[in-house]
Antibody
């Protein structure tokens, strides 16, 4: 059973960089048939896909966030990371790390972390 | 970018009701359409993928249909545990979610 767990600061100051890590257990992050995504949800609002990457090198970011997002992976620790720069209060949200079955005929998000709330405030 | 529009935004229903939620894509997405259920304080859960395939472990009262631009999620007989928010999501080009449909009493 694949499990994902987000970790990182719960409070970030405006204009600084939000950094989160997702630890994956029960499966290797190096498998080329999966993408690894970040999705966020502002309090009381809907879901917003931030972007994905794969071990094979495929990367795609939401155009609305692309200029501020960097995703990376550490295969030795079986975890992947998100950096979102120049944050504002609008970036306050629950952030989820998610597995994307990119290798499937119809990709979907099948495993989700529990989510971590990040608040942007001075 | 492909936009996903759900209707209604919310609905009230009773136990045993048949509930239908629709999702429309701004362009054709074939059957690259998934449905998720989210309960308060929890991560979303995959219900239906590829428009009509039931995810393992999901009760058979959930079903999906559609292709192209118009899709439907149906709950055949609403149960107490089904009160939640439902989201559609396309994976045809990049990834986009609908705005959600809240199902309550």
């Amino acid at each position: 059973q694949v499990q994902l767990q987000e970790s990182g600061p719960g409070l970030v100051k405006p204009s600084q960089t939000l950094s989160l890590t997702c630890s994956v257990s029960g499966g290797s992050i190096s498998r080329g048939d999966y993408y690894w995504s970040w999705i966020r949800q502002p309090p009381g609002k809907g879901l917003e896909w931030i972007g994905y990457f794969s071990f094979s090198g495929s990367t795609l970011y939401n155009p609305s966030l692309k200029s501020r997002v960097i995703m990376s992976v550490d295969t030795s620790k079986n975890h992947f990371s998100l950096e979102l720069s120049f944050v504002t209060a609008a970036d306050t949200a629950v952030y989820y790390c998610v597995r994307d079955t990119s290798g499937a005929a119809r990709p979907r998000f099948d495993y989700w972390g529990q989510g971590t709330l990040v608040t942007v405030s001075s | 970018d492909i936009q996903m529009t759900q209707s209604p935004s919310s609905l009230s229903a009773s136990i045993g009701d048949r509930v239908t939620i629709t999702c429309r894509a701004s362009q054709s997405i074939s059957t690259y359409l998934n449905w998720y259920q989210q309960k308060p304080g929890k991560a979303p859960k995959l219900l239906i993928y590829a428009a009509s395939s039931l995810q393992s472990g999901v009760p058979s009262r959930f079903s999906g249909s559609g292709s192209g631009t118009d899709f439907t999620l149906t709950i055949s007989s609403l149960q107490p545990e089904d009160f939640a928010t439902y989201y559609c999501q396309q994976s045809y080009s990049s990834r986009t979610f609908g705005q959600g449909t809240k199902v309550d009493i």
